[in-house]
């Protein structure tokens, strides 16, 4: 279904993507790149950078890669953001873009396989992987954190530890930084800054903005002070935590460096309080434009002491503040802020009473760009936002008036999780979103019943049949109360009801209940309506499963043909019928079965990928279909595919996943015997 690797024929001139200029103000670090450098060029070899944020892991990084590029034209160098699943898969699709991977246009999930058979293949070359912030949701000093980065190098002579800079390492960098020389306040302040590669070039770029030696002598004072009144409470990141005396120091210089930029540039001081809230990695451009406070009509410090008294030059100096902004936040969005400086940031805040203020920004920015209704059609824009979203489910607390946008954004983000087989986000989710609606509108309101009925779908894909059947009945009877048999909502709720006494065997109620959705559906949406087709898939399953075959088969074609009109033949929705249709037609071993299966499942895995729940019930239909031809090998080999899906899209522990191997289990003797 995917090129092979032999069905490569050429591949470009190697070249990399590293997105980091080569720092003209580098300073060697001691032996760590000599040491990173023995390791690389073995084969298959690997090295780990690991230390504390802020003492320069991604520095030393940029300057291997780049001497990498210039010793050896002929490697191709990759760099891979890590920090969460939808950077890396972006990452994966920027390198078979690179190489110029066929088939990386018609496959998502599969496209990281056709990048590791091509990373595999020794007639491609030599390559690079720098893979950045892979340690994002670990604490890297812990003995969990050391843990997992040997399960990722394999060797503990692999990992590399990364201290604070020497004091002679520290000095030139200082020296290489400055415009001008500090003489004898220049190791007082190393001192101060504690030799941390980041707190000396905040500090350097405050001071090259001072002019006399003594405003150098009152900057060094107040980091003293600062870090001699600062207490460090219990709400502070545990990447901050987890070294006080390097947090100190960045908290520190941060703090005189962040009102210096409010003082002169407030709009870019109200960009990085917006940005503090995101996820640092992969924050989109056109989120910026929610950050403005009123900064349209302001001028910044430095322009506010002029008086524009045309209409054109003030339209004009508006105009070129947008510039600026935008072509800030393409900067900011390549460099990523540094996770201590976003906690120093949000630190700032929170003692200055505007905490709440910028965490209600962020929130009402991700409720305003996050798909209203997440439809296959816009599920391209939902990875890129979906980091940012998930950071919503922390333990902050929030402002009345934050609760709902956030409870809005996080059901919209939980349909796209469920959508894309991410079920235990979608849970985590959904649950704060229905306690938000309960808490603030009451458990009967229509929104707060339609958040239970999300819950109560994810509970279903979870395999908790019983628990998801307990919510949704209580769910169906409050709608029939509230809004009637025949409204959507509960139609809607009906809908889920059958799909869970389905999956219990309850057939009878499956169809009793499939004949009240497809009736109501028809009569309230029309019959060519897209949910009302969903009812009659459905309902061709339960007359399915109770033999009931003479209505089976005009009941799934309908529903087939009605979302082909509708969606057209590749939409997901559309597969999703077709391959009910083929499971049908299998059942009863009727021809065009197979050959509708094998288009479902093909088209399934260039759309939404291998491990897809949809995808997965295909293969388990096709091998089904193999294993009733007596192709054994490929029915247990599809079966044993599935299996491994379930296990990391539903969980080991889930119901279908025992059926699953008990099928292997009894074909194996077939497989022998045949």
């Known amino acids: 279904m995917y090129p092979t690797i032999d069905t490569i024929r050429e591949t470009p001139k190697p070249y990399s993507n590293i997105p980091f200029r080569q720092d003209q103000a580098f300073v060697d670090r001691g032996d760590i790149l000599t040491y990173v450098e023995q390791r690389c060029s073995q084969p298959a070899g690997r090295a780990a950078l690991v230390g504390l944020g802020g003492v320069g892991k991604s520095q030393l990084a940029i300057e291997y890669a780049h001497r ?30 690179m190489v110029e991977l066929p088939g990386r246009q018609e496959t998502s999930t599969g496209l990281m396989q056709l990048v590791y058979d091509w990373l595999s293949r020794e007639a491609n070359g030599k390559w690079l992987i720098v893979v950045d912030n892979a340690d994002d949701e670990m604490t890297m000093d812990s003995q969990n954190g050391r843990d997992v980065v040997k399960k990722l190098v394999g060797y503990p002579g692999d990992i590399i530890d990364v201290l604070e800079m020497t004091q002679q390492e520290a000095n030139k ?42 405003l150098v002598l009152q900057y060094l004072e107040e ?55 995101f996820h640092r990695q992969g924050i989109p451009e056109f989120m910026f434009h929610h950050y403005e406070d009123k900064n349209e009509d302001e001028q910044d410090g430095a322009d506010e002491k002029e008086e524009n008294t045309n209409a054109e030059e003030q339209s004009k100096s508006s105009h070129q503040r ?17 996770i201590l400086v976003q906690s120093a940031t949000r630190m700032w805040l929170k003692s200055s009473n505007l905490e709440g203020k910028w965490s209600e920004k962020s929130i009402e920015a991700m409720a305003r760009e996050f798909p209203a209704k997440v439809e296959y059609e816009n599920w391209s824009i939902c990875p890129t936002l979906f980091p940012h979203v998930q950071s919503l489910t922390g333990s902050n607390p929030l402002a009345q008036r934050q609760i709902l946008p956030r409870a809005k954004v996080l059901t919209e983000a939980a349909w796209y999780a469920l959508k894309q087989g991410l079920f235990v986000q979608a849970e985590a989710m959904i649950r704060i979103s229905v306690h938000d609606h309960a808490k603030e509108l009451g458990d009967e309101d229509q929104i707060t019943l339609k958040s239970n009925n999300l819950l109560a779908i994810i509970l279903r894909l979870h395999g908790k049949y019983e628990a998801a059947g307990r919510l949704n009945w209580h769910v169906l009877a409050k709608m029939e109360r509230l809004l009637g048999k025949e409204h959507p909502d509960t139609l809607t709720s009906v809908e889920n009801l059958i799909t869970i006494q389905f999956e219990l065997g309850k057939y009878d109620e499956a169809e009793n209940l499939g004949q009240q959705a497809v009736a109501g559906r028809e009569k309230i949406l029309g019959k060519e309506h897209f949910d009302t087709l969903l009812s009659v ?129 009894n074909l194996l003797p077939s497989r022998t015997n045949n």
Request: charge should be neutral; charged fraction near 25%; aromatic fraction near 8%.
């Open 322 to 338: 947008k510039r600026n902004s935008n072509a800030c936040t393409t900067s900011l969005d390549q460099s990523r802020p540094d």
């Open 223 to 277: 980091i003293q002070t600062i870090r001699g009144k600062m207490s460090l409470d219990e709400n502070i990141s545990p990447d901050v935590r987890r070294d006080e005396c390097s947090s100190n120091s960045v908290f520190a210089t941060w703090q005189i460096s962040f009102e210096h930029i409010r003082a002169k540039r407030p709009s870019a001081a109200d960009l990085l309080s917006f940005m503090s809230f």
């Open 68 to 97: 990498v590029r210039k010793q050896s034209p002929e490697t191709w160098i990759f760099w891979v953001y890590a920090a969460t699943t939808a950077r890396i898969e972006a990452a994966y699709k920027s390198i078979a873009n």
């Open 537 to 665: 898939s459905n309902l061709a399953l339960t007359l399915f499963e109770l033999g009931r075959y003479n209505e089976v088969e005009n009941l799934g074609q309908r529903a087939v043909t009605g979302r082909e009109t509708l969606l057209g033949k590749e939409h997901p929705n559309t597969l999703k019928s077709l391959a009910n249709l083929g499971y049908i037609l299998c059942k009863q071993q009727k021809s065009g079965a197979e050959e509708m299966i094998h288009r479902a499942l093909e088209a399934q895995e260039k759309a939404l990928g291998k491990e897809h729940p949809n995808t997965l019930w295909s293969a388990e239909n096709l091998a089904y279909i193999l294993e009733q031809h007596r192709h054994y090998d490929e029915s247990i080999n599809l079966y044993k595919r599935v299996c491994d899906g379930v296990d990391r899209v539903y969980g080991a522990s889930h119901p279908r996943n025992r059926v699953y191997r008990e099928r292997v289990a």
């Open 173 to 214: 960098l200082l020296e290489k930084k400055l415009l001008k020389q500090l003489d004898t306040l220049g190791p007082q302040l190393l001192d101060a800054l504690d030799y941390i590669p980041l707190t000396i070039t905040q500090a350097v770029a405050y001071i090259n903005d001072l002019h006399s030696r003594d």
